[in-house]
């Protein structure tokens, strides 16, 4: 993740070239809404995302361009979330920007509400019912602290998982562990037989935050969240605990050496996991998707192994389960000429065939209160407990993942890190992240 105020200062030196900007939804067009277009004449909106993958946007608009062929899409993804704030932030604040866009519970909630049109408005107009259908957690999480639904919620998903080769395991005589204690047994049998440690990428803060406010609800479940609204401190003991836990996971070897320099993607994943260099891959439930035969796995090395995903086993005084959140929801911008089309979009992608279609490759659970995923009749038996598993844990989470402050997030991150490194204490880490909570406004 990333600083958004460096961000901000340093606008003015993302130059972006106009074929970057071009056919953006705000820059252009007439005063009236364009409407659903004609064959002749198709509405073209422009979409920019960092998910769902290309494999699964391929069959996910397949399935629009079936139901609606006058609407089409012209979309722009990264798989680098940095990335895409930066040329959202950029284009957004330049006047140019997408029809659609996507955005997370939390920081980018806030970050980009001012540029979205009120999509409750866009709703109760277009995706009539809609309200009765989309879970009332996931709409609170899309609206901002003040009071405006920039967002349809479309996905949640939530951590902290562990994303497991249950046939390398089997070779190597171990079991999956269901405790910390046999966890950390498990890594050090792995790691005596040539194979990795667990592949952590603690090179991204995103993640590391993800961890932190998961781990801190087993100290104190629910301080996190008072200590971000500014009703404790973050040098409380329930962080000082949460901090102590962090190292000793690291002291524990738990991951990798270098982990600070290795990125979740490709490396981790692809390069680690994948590559069959270590039996276990810290992740979100997001990853679950992998337990099932798929674009992603085809062609490497744990291709044809049973794959399997378990929540990561409690660290601290108490089992909390997984926090979730909204990991993905549709804004259309305020200045868009297409919110019609638009919004036939984010209805196919929220109570419509794209929502079944996304949520079966398990990249996150439903919005929509009625819809389950459909699992291949041939899953193996690991792939069926672990899509139980996320799907019950999911469900049942009352924890956010997300804190709203990016600059905080930013900051757990990078203490995480020297913590990692050895450049901080647990006391120094806790000071610089509460100095910082100290200097947002509210």
């Not at 929502?355 to 209160?369: F, H, R, Y």
Request: hydrophobic share 35%; aromatic share 10%; charged share 25%.
């Amino acid at each position: 993740m990333f600083n958004m105020k460096k961000t901000i200062a340093a606008i003015g030196a993302l130059a972006m070239s106009a074929g970057l900007l071009a056919g953006c939804g705000s820059g252009s067009g007439s005063s009236s809404d364009e409407g659903l277009g004609t064959a002749d004449n198709p509405v073209t909106l422009t979409f920019w995302t960092w998910q769902p993958t290309d494999a699964q946007w391929k069959s996910i608009y397949a399935a629009f361009e079936k139901k609606y062929p006058n609407i089409k899409i012209d979309w722009w993804r990264t798989s680098e979330m940095a990335d895409y704030q930066k040329k959202l932030q950029t284009s957004m604040a330049g006047g140019e920007g997408p029809d659609v866009f996507g955005v997370q519970a939390g920081s980018t909630v806030e970050q980009y509400g001012r540029f979205a049109e009120d999509m409750k408005d866009l709703a109760d107009k277009y995706m009539p019912g809609w309200d009765s259908k989309v879970a009332e957690g996931a709409v609170e999480q899309t609206t901002n602290s003040d009071g405006k639904m920039v967002a349809m919620p479309t996905i949640t998903s939530g951590s902290e998982y562990i994303l497991y080769n249950k046939t390398l395991l089997d070779e190597n005589g171990v079991k999956v562990p269901t405790t910390y204690d046999e966890l950390v047994e498990a890594n050090k049998t792995l790691v005596s037989k040539g194979l990795m440690p667990m592949a952590l990428g603690a090179k991204d803060g995103w993640h590391l935050d993800d961890i932190f406010v998961w781990l801190s609800n087993q100290y104190g479940e629910g301080d996190v969240y008072k200590a971000a609204d500014g009703k404790a401190k973050f040098t409380d003991e329930t962080f000082v605990k949460t901090m102590k836990a962090w190292k000793q996971m690291i002291d524990d070897g738990l991951f990798q050496d270098g982990a600070v320099g290795t990125a979740t993607y490709p490396d981790a994943r692809d390069n680690y996991f994948y590559a069959r260099k270590t039996a276990f891959f810290p992740t979100g439930s997001w990853h679950v998707s992998a337990v099932l035969p798929n674009d992603e796995t085809k062609g490497t090395a744990v291709e044809k192994d049973e794959l399997g995903m378990m929540e990561f086993p409690t660290v601290g005084d108490k089992a909390t389960g997984p926090t979730t959140g909204v990991d993905f929801g549709l804004a259309v911008n305020k200045d868009s000429k297409k919110q019609e089309a638009a919004m036939k979009f984010i209805e196919f992608m929220t109570t419509g065939e794209g929502q079944q279609e996304w949520i079966n490759t398990l990249q996150g659970a439903p919005v929509d209160k009625d819809m389950k995923v459909e699992v291949p009749s041939d899953a193996t038996e690991s792939a069926k407990t672990s899509i139980d598993l996320v799907t019950k844990g999911q469900a049942e989470s009352k924890l956010q993942r997300k804190l709203t402050s990016q600059e905080l997030n930013d900051e757990i991150g990078v203490q995480m890190q020297n913590i990692y490194t050895g450049d901080a204490t647990v006391e120094s880490a806790l000071k610089s992240i509460q100095q910082v909570n100290e200097s947002i406004e509210r």
